[in-house]
């Protein structure tokens, strides 16, 4: 039964692309409708997993068969991991379903932007459920597919279409490491079904081989978690329509590299090295994601830096094998609540400043927008780590179990925290409160309740899964049949009170009294100063679009170049010049008009020569 | 005991060519629907045929049937199809009635970007008649189990094709019609000489192919043949450095016209590998395999880089074809059982894939009259429908998984990085290799669909109507087929599989995917 999660929003897409126009009326709210079914779906897979032992808590189906000479076959597993992500793909994205009904309530592609959000539902649930890679990989690019469709949804923009192509190029490279990695566990193994990967199966395999697997893997999850080195397309990606952002870009598709890391746990526990860069990348994601968010004036690009930032947590997390796990998926589900709920929330915002996101044309909206102004207030104390919310007890997690990996990393995260308690201060202070720097025409005013209710569901979330998850380590002991049990089984506290929770307080304080005293205290400049050197290094996204145009795209285009005059004049001219020397025939044009029989002739010799000398070469004939 | 199921596939296109030739002058719409019969009534015969086709041991050639043709010689008109030659008939008989629909009205002249209308050379039903001919011979050409049959199908195929592109083309048509002729000439000779030199060597007096399959024995014999059936064959596929006849081809015919051309005739050529350079000459292929493996690769790379790079979009696809042809080869000389699946699959999915992109840029470029990417822009605005087919022909192009062309382009990889026929080092180093071309497949795919689809309207596009239900009848076929082999490659992979096998067994390879990897289940 569990297809019919994946089915429902498939059908869903399906009704709406091919009958199109005719749907136009109805189609947002089929839209709705299939997310809320495949929710229930999922709910009640939930229920009946929880029903059985933990022993059986991995139910597998096999569908059909794929690729038999591969003993390939397409089938799902429903298991504590899978069934968590299932229950935060279809719940967030059932009420970002609903929000978007009044966010897309004036675009006359309504019809095509709920088809594209059913699509991407559909493929989030493929890469969760599947219980191989291939099947991963085809859910994985379904979703790459649906962020390309919805980053370019108003494609009309140049900026949008660029951006669109960016994100799926830039993923690629990621899953060229997905593929070969694919590639190495299946002649490794036979196999590249999950159930046929655990630890006692792969512990034939020599090191470097498993380490090759983690790297290749890791490299796939870096991609689409917008993770160091490529990151670079996530803040264009904020392009799309800002449910789009909320949906794909904070609460799921970009945590799906999370999922691949925790997923593939075995190679990584099985490799020191494999998992050591997991926690760097993490470590490093998660400093430049939230120092680029300090710089930035759009607040959608600056939420866009805090999901990197938080992701990157999630990714130490995810590298610090099992005791890590359980702290890394339950940041991801808290994160996709209070991020979705900020995410709308700024949505809410622009929806009534005239699609305005420049936070130094906001200010003072509180009292304009009570119901966005107090859940994203909600979002704000979740991520910052607020006592009792959400982020207090996941990011805590993280940190204090990468504190006993390794100092480095643990007060690295640290430091992390408290540039998050400064940017998300200068947000809160920059839109909602100090002067109104609005542009002339704006009307701010408060969403329809069709956008509202979402808000206050998702921050109910932000407020209660942290605890809910964390206390009586409940969410480590649901997800141990898939994932295992660290051997020190962390112990939970209401309020912590070791050195590295308090530390981490008193640093987010320190960044929240800063921003207070540079955008609640002082005037915000309606226009951008000119900053510091760090200021630009942070605004211009720590320099990586430069570094990717002159290390690949710059050289690239020249190949490109030299490649296209080769094949025009080298191979083809190489014969021209040669007819020409022959024959004596002068002039281009003649040549090509009364010669050709003569040169191609002489082309295909050339050729052949070429391919006789290749063979005599290696084969010596 | 002769079956009767190919001769009639081939008779039939060939008396529907008869009977639209002979209509009187005028009757070009009739003529149409004429074609469009026959080649419904091919497909739905190809159809029934396949289905009652078993993989099943016993015979490896089924629906055979022999008859003398010139005696003295032992040259037979035999026929017979395994898998691999099966899928490749039914994807010419899809192709067909698609194209022809499709070319309801290119016969009647090409239409420039200053507006006027490049005239055709001969009449509208002379083009359908041809493209009824040249049915029977893609055909003929997959079914032959004669070698002799085979070149003679082989060459003969050039002259239908030689007249669709140098009769009905675009402005530098006959440039392009005789580069293709000639090259194609070449090719074919070199061929004649080795099949003539088989027919010696072997002194079996007979063509017939299983009769020839493991009778060369002597090693340099096997090479010197062995060269002459694949530089024929490279020449076709075609392989980097002989392929600079596709792009000029490829842009001057008719869309159509340049659909069955890298669909199915390119085709002929890895087939043809994996038919008679693999089975009758295994030691040399086994020699040769490295510097193959080579040229594969950087067709491969080489394709998709020169296809980034182009401004005008048939050629563009033209390029990106030469990516595709090298994975074929690749597969096909990986001499792995998944990799040479993937190869056999990989030639009716690139078939399907490459069709509908020739197709749909075709009806982009009907449109306006320009091959040229820069003369469009924002086309997603006005034509969302036609937008919508060249977006998913584009990502079959770019073998997004969850369509056709990822499957077999994944096995191809992924048999070649595991094939431990050779070493495994080199193939690994080739698989790795070939993957980047899944980068550059997204930079040249999205690039054009971004200056194409994307974007603000150009003004000629603003005045562009959206496809109408003949050419949404065009595409819808085989945008199915690609969703659907996307998800379910069984039905293919299981015709294939046994023929794959036999395959490698004459080449003295054992299966080692499946030997060595299954045990590990």
């Known amino acids: 039964m569990s297809w019919l999660m994946i089915a429902l929003p498939l059908l869903g897409a399906f009704i709406l692309l091919v009958f199109n126009r005719f749907t136009n009326r109805w189609g947002h709210l089929l839209g709705v409708v299939m997310s809320l079914a495949s929710f229930a779906v999922a709910v009640l897979a939930f229920v009946e997993l929880l029903g059985l032992g933990e022993d059986q808590r991995r139910q597998a189906v096999t569908l059909y068969e794929f690729i038999p000479s591969m003993k390939l076959n397409m089938g799902l597993l429903v298991d504590p991991l899978s069934i968590s992500f299932a229950l935060l793909i279809t719940g967030v994205g059932s009420l970002i379903h609903i929000y978007s009904i009044g966010y897309m309530s004036h675009d006359p592609d309504r019809r095509r932007f709920f088809s594209y959000l059913n699509l991407f539902v559909a493929a989030m649930l493929l890469l969760v459920l599947s219980d191989n890679y291939v099947g991963l990989f085809i859910g994985w690019e379904g979703v790459g597919l649906a962020s390309y469709l919805l980053i370019g949804f108003w494609q009309f923009k140049p900026s949008a279409a660029v951006a669109a192509k960016k994100a799926f190029v830039v993923n690629r490279v990621g899953d060229f490491g997905l593929l070969v990695g694919m590639f190495v566990i299946w002649t490794s193994f036979g196999s590249l079904a999950f159930k046929d990967l655990g630890a006692e199966q792969i512990g034939t395999a020599s090191n470097g081989t498993l380490t090759a697997i983690g790297l290749l893997l890791l490299l796939g999850a870096c991609g689409k978690s917008a993770q160091l080195p490529l990151q670079s397309w996530l803040l264009d990606a904020m392009e799309g329509p800002t449910p789009v952002s909320a949906l794909i870009h904070a609460a799921t598709m970009v945590t799906a590299g999370v999922y691949l890391v925790v997923r593939s746990g075995v190679f990584f526990e099985a490799s020191d090295v494999a998992s050591l860069v997991v926690t760097i990348v993490g470590v490093a994601t998660l400093l430049a994601g939230a120092i680029i968010g300090c710089a930035k004036d759009d607040i959608k690009k600056g939420l866009a830096g805090s999901t990197m930032s938080q992701i990157g947590y999630m990714m130490l997390g995810a590298g610090l094998g099992p005791a890590g796990y359980a702290f890394a998926i339950a940041h991801l589900i808290a994160h996709g609540f209070f991020k979705a709920d900020m995410f709308l929330g700024a949505g809410s915002v622009m929806h009534g400043m005239n699609d305005e996101v420049d936070m130094r044309k906001y200010g003072g909206l509180r009292k304009y927008m009570p119901v966005t102004f107090a859940t994203f207030i909600v979002g704000y104390l979740a991520i910052i780590g607020f006592p009792f919310l959400s982020g207090f007890y996941t990011k805590d997690g993280i940190i204090e179990t990468a504190m006993e990996h390794g100092a480095w990393m643990g007060w690295l995260a640290v430091l992390g925290a408290g540039i998050t308690g400064f940017y998300m201060s200068r947000m809160i202070f920059m839109t909602f409160f100090g002067e109104k720097r609005w542009d002339k025409d704006a009307h701010p005013h408060e969403s329809p309740s069709v956008m509202t209710v979402p808000l206050i569901l998702l921050s109910i979330g932000s407020i209660v899964l942290g605890y809910f998850l964390i206390m009586d380590n409940r969410l480590m002991h649901f997800l141990a049949p898939a994932v295992g049990m660290p051997e020190h089984v962390p112990v939970p506290h209401l309020f912590s009170t070791t050195t590295v929770g308090l530390s981490t307080l008193a640093l987010v304080a320190v960044g929240a009294a800063i921003a207070w005293m540079k955008y609640g205290r002082a005037q915000v400049p309606a226009v951008q100063p000119r900053g510091s050197f760090l200021t630009t290094f942070a605004r211009r996204d720590l320099y990586g679009d430069a570094l990717n145009e002159s290390l690949f795209m710059r050289p690239g285009q020249w190949l490109t170049r030299i490649a296209v005059y080769f094949d025009n004049r080298g191979i083809d001219g190489l014969v021209n010049g040669l007819a020409a020397g022959i024959g004596g025939s002068s002039g281009r044009l003649r040549r090509l008009q009364t010669g050709f029989a003569r040169t191609y002739a002489l082309s295909i010799l050339i050729g052949a020569a070429l391919l006789t000398g290749a063979l005599l070469l290696v084969g010596n004939i | ?521």
Not at chain 2, 14 to 30: E, F, Q, R, T, Y
Not at chain 2, 245 to 267: E, F, H, I, S
Not at chain 2, 331 to 339: C, D, H, L, P, T
Not at chain 2, 478 to 491: D, S, Y
């Open chain 2, 1 to 521: 005991m002769s079956s009767l199921w190919l001769p009639i596939l081939m008779v039939v296109p060939v008396l529907g060519a008869i009977v639209v030739a002979l209509l009187p002058k005028g009757s070009d719409k009739l003529a149409k629907q004429v074609t469009l019969l026959v080649s419904l009534v091919v497909l739905a015969l190809t159809l029934v045929m396949a289905f009652q086709f078993t993989g099943a041991p016993g015979d490896r050639f089924k629906f055979a049937a022999t008859y003398d043709w010139i005696p003295s010689f032992g040259v037979h008109f035999g026929v017979g199809v395994d898998g691999i030659a099966l899928v490749l008939i039914a994807l010419s008989a899809v192709l067909v009635p698609i194209v022809v629909l499709a070319s309801w009205h290119d016969a009647s002249g090409v239409k420039a970007a200053d507006g006027t209308v490049v005239a055709p050379k001969r009449s509208v039903k002379t083009y359908f008649s041809l493209l009824l001919v040249l049915e029977a011979m893609m055909i003929g050409v997959f079914a032959a189990t004669d070698i002799f049959l085979f070149y003679v199908f082989f060459e003969a195929m050039l002259i239908p094709m030689y007249f669709m592109i140098g009769s009905y083309g675009g402005a530098q048509r006959s440039y392009a019609a005789v580069k293709f002729l000639l090259y194609s000439l070449f090719g074919g000779l070199l061929m004649l000489v080795a099949v003539i030199g088989l027919y010696v060597v072997a002194g079996k007096g007979t063509f017939m192919f299983p009769e020839l399959v493991g009778v060369i024995q002597d090693p340099a014999t096997q090479k010197w043949l062995f060269a002459g059936f694949f530089i024929a064959f490279a020449i076709k596929a075609p392989l980097w450095p002989v392929h600079t006849w596709l792009p000029d081809a490829a842009a001057q015919a008719p869309a159509g016209a340049a659909v069955l051309l890298v669909g199915v005739l390119d085709k002929v050529g890895t087939y043809g590998m994996l038919r008679f350079c693999l089975e009758l000459f295994p030691d040399a292929a086994k020699a040769f395999t490295m510097p193959i493996i080579v040229l594969a690769v950087i067709s491969i790379i080489y394709g998709a880089i020169v296809a980034i790079g182009q401004t005008d979009m048939k050629r563009l696809i033209a390029y990106t074809s030469i990516s595709h042809f090298g994975f074929i080869v690749m597969g096909v000389f990986a001499m792995s059982q998944v990799a040479q699946e993937g190869a056999a699959l990989y030639m009716v999915n690139h078939g399907f894939a490459t069709g509908a992109l020739f197709l749909a840029a075709g009806f982009l470029i009907a449109r306006r009259g320009s091959p040229h990417i820069a003369d469009y822009g924002g086309a997603q605005k006005v034509t969302p429908l036609l937008a919508g087919f060249f977006l998913i022909a584009g990502l079959a192009g770019l073998s997004l998984p969850g369509l056709s062309s990822f499957v077999s382009e994944f096995m191809v990889m992924i048999g070649t990085y595991s094939s431990p026929a050779f070493g495994s080092g080199a193939l690994t180093v080739a698989a790795i290799v070939s993957a980047v071309a899944v980068i550059l497949a997204a930079v040249y795919i999205l690039w054009m669909v971004q200056r194409t689809l994307n974007g603000p309207t150009a003004e000629p596009v603003k005045a562009f109507k959206d496809l109408n239900a003949r050419e949404v009848w065009v595409l819808a076929p085989l945008v199915a087929l690609i969703i659907g082999f996307g998800f379910f490659p069984k039905p293919l992979l299981d015709v294939i599989t046994p023929a794959v096998t036999s395959t490698l067994s004459n080449v003295q390879v054992d299966n080692p995917a499946i030997a060595e990897k299954g045990a590990g289940q």
